[in-house]
T-cell receptor
Framework: GQSLEQPSEVTAVEGAIVQINCTYQ??????LSWYQQHDGGAPTFLSY????GLEETGRFSSFLSRSDSYGYLLLQELQMKDSASYFC??????????FGTGTRLQVFP | IAGITQAPTSQILAAGRRMTLRCTQD?????MYWYRQDLGLGLRLIHY???????GKGEVPDGYSVSRANTDDFPLTLASAVPSQTSVYFC????????????????FGPGTRLTVL
């Protein structure tokens, strides 16, 4: 079958570092993406990992281990505006993206 | 137009009625997608189109149909709406494959909130 698992909620304080984990199970895998969605808004792309390792984009980094079917999103120097839902999603081919159920991040002052 | 637009923004619909959700993009992306988002279930792919003239089924296609007559437009039709189709619907597009990359960033529209009573 196909599935993704990520925590439903994570809390942290401003300036802290938080890691959102994602494990997946699928028969076809082309890469793992992360999307951010603020309440009432549309999802926006954050990162993509096709190969094992860490990808860094500013305060956000994403990691993938294909052998462990595992990835994570690392958010550093948290800001209040980072409060949002974060979705991991994998490609089962070059076009089909399957989303997890999302992790709600609450950042407190 | 800049990016992806969806219409209507929201709609209340009686069960059994036919409804078409509109989606237009001006980025000349070849691929387009329709998702529904329900509380606690994330986004689920309904239908997709790799290029004008072709469509494919996603995770939850039953009760929905799509067409892709041109590059820019990708309407989603509910032939006979049922209450379980109450959801927020997002259209997305991507420049799939043209750059030779193995991935594609999907750009999402603002969504349509649909309530079926």
């Amino acid at each position: 079958g196909q599935s993704l698992e990520q925590p439903s909620e994570v809390t942290a304080v401003e300036g802290a570092i938080v890691q959102i984990n994602c494990t997946y199970q699928t028969s076809g895998f082309y890469g793992l993406s992360w999307y951010q969605q603020h309440d009432g808004g549309a999802p926006t792309f954050l990162s993509y990992n096709a190969l094992d390792g860490l990808e860094e984009t500013g305060r956000f980094s994403s990691f993938l281990s294909r052998s462990d079917s595992y990835g994570y999103l690392l958010l550093q120097e948290l800001q209040m505006k980072d409060s949002a839902s974060y979705f991991c999603a994998y490609y089962i081919n070059t076009d089909k993206l399957i989303f997890g159920t999302g992790t709600r991040l609450q950042v407190f002052p | 137009i800049a990016g992806i637009t969806q219409a209507p923004t929201s709609q209340i619909l009686a069960a059994g009625r036919r409804m078409t959700l509109r989606c237009t993009q001006d980025m000349r992306h070849n691929a387009m997608y329709w998702y529904r988002q329900d509380l606690g279930l994330g986004l689920r792919l309904i239908h997709y189109s790799n290029t004008a003239g072709t469509t494919g089924k996603g995770e939850v296609p039953d009760g929905y149909s799509v067409s892709r007559a041109n590059t820019d437009d990708f309407p989603l039709t509910l032939a006979s709406a049922v209450p379980s189709q109450t959801s927020v619907y997002f259209c997305a597009s991507s420049d799939s494959g043209r750059t030779g990359s193995s991935y594609n960033e999907q750009f999402f529209g603002p969504g349509t909130r649909l309530t079926v009573l």
